[in-house]
Nanobody
Framework: VQLQASGGGLVQPGGSLRLSCTAS????????IGWFRQAPGKEREGVSY????????MYTDSVKGRFTISRDNAKNTVYLQMNSLQPADTAVYYC????????????????????RGQGTQVTVSS
């Protein structure tokens, strides 16, 4: 599965961005999707998760109430709406696919996901 994350950019604190994750040659509807981010010098961390048909979503505590994950399987796209952005959100954001069992104790495990593809840079700065 080749993934493409897009929609990043430079935004001021308090601003918003919407990231998109698309795939070529495969239906994203066959996969559960996670959004992850990696800041310079830090490990990749889970940001959010969505089940195949969008019924289950999960978030890391630092983004709850600010970020919203959604998907449109007809458009083969998963979104991450990010509001009230903070400098601490600065990172390269990646989307990953998984077909393994996921629950609230493991959705953020990096090694559960396939991250084949490029991420998108999000920079929050005044």
């Amino acid at each position: 599965v080749q993934l493409q994350a897009s929609g990043g950019g430079l935004v001021q604190p308090g601003g918003s961005l919407r990231l998109s994750c698309t795939a070529s040659g495969v239906s994203l509807g066959d996969f559960k999707i996670g959004w992850f981010r990696q800041a310079p010098g830090k490990e990749r961390e889970g940001v959010s998760y969505i089940s195949r048909f969008g019924k289950i979503t999960m978030y890391t505590d630092s983004v709850k109430g600010r970020f919203t994950i959604s998907r449109d399987n007809a458009k083969n796209t998963v979104y991450l709406q990010m509001n009230s952005l903070q400098p601490a959100d600065t990172a390269v954001y990646y989307c990953g696919t998984t077909q393994t069992p996921v629950d609230d104790t493991n959705w953020y495990f990096v090694n559960k996901y396939n991250f084949r593809g490029q991420g998108t840079q999000v920079t929050v700065s005044s």
